[in-house]
């Protein structure tokens, strides 16, 4: 029914009412470390609210979220039934669906968020949700598929950790069998901070696994080892943490040990995101036996999917410690080593009680279906016996089995356009009203008494930058400031670029990575810019930032990314680049709802990159390497023309008198040249193999490496290669194009695939070899039949005049692919950066 002039006056003063009340609660909060952008808590099937832990669970019919069904159940049961349960109210209702549903939530921001799922089977009527047997899926992964709730009497809780590159959320609920229903109890949807999951981490064997921040996981277990039961009220992300004598196996041979002073939290160390002080300060210690230094391992054993990888993430905090250096201990993981002679003062700078966590990535797990985790003592003659652990993570990583299942949410109806308007002008005002007191309150606080002593430093101008570097054994972030010397015309205050991102509004990202966030900007004449803006928590820092500036400033192609400018105000590491209208290349194969990009656009932009790519292989007098080619590092104007971006783990190519580069590895997973993992060797032929890799992308339009399929497609190299060594690669061509690619072209494109991805660098072709025979291949494709004679690469030469295109050097002599002189030689080839970059790009 129309609302009267009453009930609107009354909603305007509700309206008024909540946005004072929350400008309250966030001046009372400025304080706070994260404070969730996305917050959905929903209580499904019920009609009230319910308050958990002092966070209040909407019912779902609210407005919180969308719900896509006009005929699902809401069903409650007996209050006795759950009694006894945490959480029992939001057990007590449930939503149930016959057909394919969904939840939909938009979301304020991108990047990892948290998504629970409560399920408690009850009987309701004709329903029995004991014999449930359905999927649960979002847009990208599935979360659960033929699932079915134990009928015990306990509820069942799943935890998933997710990197949602959409504005919206939407969780689908799809019934399997016939005659049986899906159902849910309670839904939380929350943000977390970007750097809770990081890129890499070490594997068992030992090595490096990258591309970590876009997993998936699901949470197996969590524990406050030696402690307490953690409840969500007392941890920053509303986490729970359970105690772990359920799965310690040897008892006798430790205690559990609780700290009273005060922890202390170092830069660039763990944080109470990463876990709060109720796991850091309690821990399970070995015990000295006999005053010897015969010690037994501390151990605990869980179980888990055999088939599955895991990541494991230890939390440490020297709380039994008398003094620095004298804690040192070995870790295990199924009984091989994670870490030898572990020292947590070297690892937390020399302070005791600094809370530190380790990732550990398991590939696969015993077949039996039983993970152990191991505390020893070091076989350090210096080390004395000892050992600690104070919480545990395991999580799952390959998740998702099945097709994905997506129902859309329906438009909003027309007849509460006057409820949206007058909540959307009440948020507006409380975000002003907020936004001004938190202001006023900010600029009440005292600056930070600096310490009296200060660690060495230096600085070396760069561009107009003065780089100061500390002594002390921090991350990688080092604090910027002004030189009055040295070109600044690339410098951009910072007031210009907060301004052109409405202060680096979250509606403005257009990006997530492992540097930080890009957002768009649009400056005072209506130009748009694309603004990286490092992420103060990030491990990846003055490297990168100086790297891509020394490159880009000195670099003009047309197929390479314009660098604008900087910012170093504030501290800050901002990179200004020109906007790139169409995004990145791997937006437009896959994950996303774009339309298809035709076959011979794919060439196109394919014949671009790598002009880009030849360019700055051959450009100089010493090649330089992009080290970290990918489908997400190439973007598209607004005429999808192919631009190579993302320079910050570039470096310069060896000296003449050698043939390659010895430095650490660095890049994105899937993408890495093997030859280069294993040797530490970098070439150009490194790029050549990435290359090869986006090849692969662009004729299949899937991930590099899709944890949810079968083990042998999951590495598109690795499952492709087979194809075309059968010359069968059109049977995984992508659909939406194989009717439009002509098989001598295709022909062509599988075989200078096959050679970038050859075992050893010498074996694969120049980067302008490849240019030249993505040509040829684009040549074939237009030219059809008439060129169907010519069967080898290698017979380039015998093409009819008019097939030849200048690509080469000729090109670079082009007005728009000059360069400026910068003396690329005076550039460290020694210098590792300190970080992986992420699978997405930064």
């Known amino acids: 029914m129309p609302q009267s002039v009453s009930e609107l006056a009354m909603d305007s003063r509700r309206n008024l009412f909540l946005a004072l009340s929350l400008a309250i609660w966030i001046v009372g909060t400025c304080h706070a470390d994260f404070t969730p952008a996305d917050n959905y808590l929903i209580n499904c099937g019920s009609m009230i609210d319910a308050t958990i832990d002092q966070r209040v669970f909407q019912a779902d019919n609210s407005g919180g979220a969308i719900l896509t069904s006009s005929n699902s159940t809401a069903a409650t049961t007996s209050p006795n039934l759950v009694a006894g349960f945490d959480s029992a109210m939001l057990y007590q209702s449930a939503r149930i669906f016959s057909v394919a549903s969904s939840y939909a939530f938009n979301l304020k921001s991108r990047g990892r968020h948290f998504v629970r799922l409560h399920f408690f089977p009850f009987k309701y009527q004709t329903y029995d949700l004991t014999t449930a047997n359905f999927k649960v ?42 005659g049986t229903q899906a159902f849910i109890n309670a ?36 524990l406050n080892v030696g402690g307490a039961k953690v409840t969500p009220d007392n941890d920053t992300l509303w986490r729970t943490w359970a105690t772990d004598e359920s799965f310690f196996l040897n008892s006798t041979a430790t205690k559990a040990v609780a700290f009273q002073g005060k922890l202390n939290y170092q830069k660039g160390l763990a944080t109470q995101e990463d876990a709060p002080d109720s796991v850091y300060n309690t821990a399970r210690q070995l015990l000295v036996q006999n005053n010897t230094s015969n010690m037994s391992n501390m151990t605990w054993q869980f179980n888990v999917d055999g088939r599955s990888s895991y990541l494991i993430r230890f939390h440490f905090c020297d709380i039994v410690g008398k003094a620095e250096y004298d804690l040192i201990f070995d870790v295990y993981v199924d009984g091989e080593s994670a870490s030898k002679d572990l020292d947590l003062s070297s690892a937390s700078f020399g302070t005791l009680a600094a809370p530190y ?32 652990l104070n919480g545990l993570e395991i999580m799952k990583m390959n998740i998702s089995t099945g097709s994905i299942v997506v129902v859309p949410p329906p438009s909003a109806p027309k007849k509460h356009l006057a409820v949206i308007l007058g909540s959307v002008l009440g948020g507006v005002a409380a975000f002003i009203i907020a936004a001004v007191l938190c202001i006023c309150c900010r600029r009440q606080k005292k600056p930070r008494t600096p310490p009296t002593s200060r660690p060495s430093s230096s600085w070396t101008p760069l561009n107009g930058l003065s780089f100061l570097t500390t002594g002390s054994r921090t991350t990688s972030r080092t604090t910027l400031t002004s030189a009055t010397s040295g070109d600044t015309s690339y410098r951009i205050p910072f007031v210009v670029l907060q301004d052109a991102t409405n202060h680096f509004d979250e509606q403005m990202v257009i990006g997530v990575g492992g540097f930080g966030k890009v ?46 400018g900087y910012c170093d105000e504030h501290n800050e590491m901002i990179l200004v680049y020109e906007y790139m209208e169409k995004g990145t290349l791997k937006s437009h194969l896959y994950g996303s709802d774009m339309p298809p990009l035709s076959w011979k656009k794919r060439l196109e932009i394919c014949i671009g990159a790598a002009r880009g790519l030849h360019y700055l292989h051959t450009g100089f007098a010493k090649s330089i390497i992009h080290r970290d080619v990918k489908s997400a590092n190439i973007l598209l104007d607004e005429n999808l023309l192919a631009k190579v971006s993302d320079f910050g783990l570039s470096k310069v190519g060896p000296e003449f008198d050698q043939t390659h580069v010895s430095t650490a590895v660095k890049g994105s997973f899937g993408y890495l040249d093997p030859e280069y993992f294993r040797r ?56 939406r194009i194989a009717g439009t690619v002509r098989p001598e072209a295709l022909r062509k494109f599988g075989e200078t695939v096959e050679k970038c991805l050859a075992e050893y660098g010498v074996e694969r072709p120049t980067m302008g070899d490849v240019l030249w025979n993505l040509e040829f291949v684009l040549q074939l494709q237009e030219a059809g039949p008439d060129m169907s004679n010519i069967d080898s690469m290698n017979q380039i030469s015998e093409l009819p005049s008019n097939a030849k295109r200048v690509v080469s050097s000729l090109e670079l002599s082009t007005a728009d692919e000059s360069r400026t002189a910068v003396n690329y030689s005076d550039m460290s080839t020694s210098n590792a950066f300190s970080q992986l970059i992420n699978a997405e790009g930064r």
Not at 365 to 384: H, R, T, V, W
């Open 357 to 388: 966590y380790m990732d550990i990535v398991l590939p696969s797990s015993d077949p039996s279906g039983k993970l152990s985790i191991s505390i020893g003592p070091s076989s350090l003659n210096k080390a004395e016996p000892n050992g600690i």
């Open 137 to 178: 899926s979002t847009q990208d992964v599935v979360l659960l598929n033929n699932f079915t709730a134990p009928s015990s009497s306990s509820p069942v809780f799943r935890e998933y950790s997710l990197n949602i590159t959409r504005d919206m959320l939407i969780l689908t609920f799809v019934p399997l069998v016939d």
């Open 187 to 222: 839904i939380e949807v929350i943000s977390v901070p970007d750097d809770l999951i990081t890129d890499s981490a070490q594997t068992v064997n030992p090595g490096q696994y990258l591309g970590l921040s876009m997993q998936p996981l699901q949470t197996s277990y969590r």
């Open 680 to 735: 530490q060797k970098l070439t150009d032929k490194s790029d050549v193999y990435s290359f090869g890799v986006v090849l692969l992308e662009v004729i299949c339009a899937r991930p590099v490496i899709d944890p949810t399929l079968p083990r042998e497609m999951i590495n598109l190299a690795e499952w492709a290669i087979k194809w075309q060594k059968r010359g069968e690669l059109d049977q995984i061509v992508d659909q």
């Open 519 to 564: 957002y768009k900007a649009v400056m005072q004449d209506g130009s748009k810019l694309a603004v990286k803006r490092g992420n103060q928590k990030s491990h990846q820092g003055l490297r990168e930032f100086r790297t891509e500036i020394e490159l880009l400033s000195g670099l003009r192609h047309r197929h390479l990314v314009s660098l604008i």
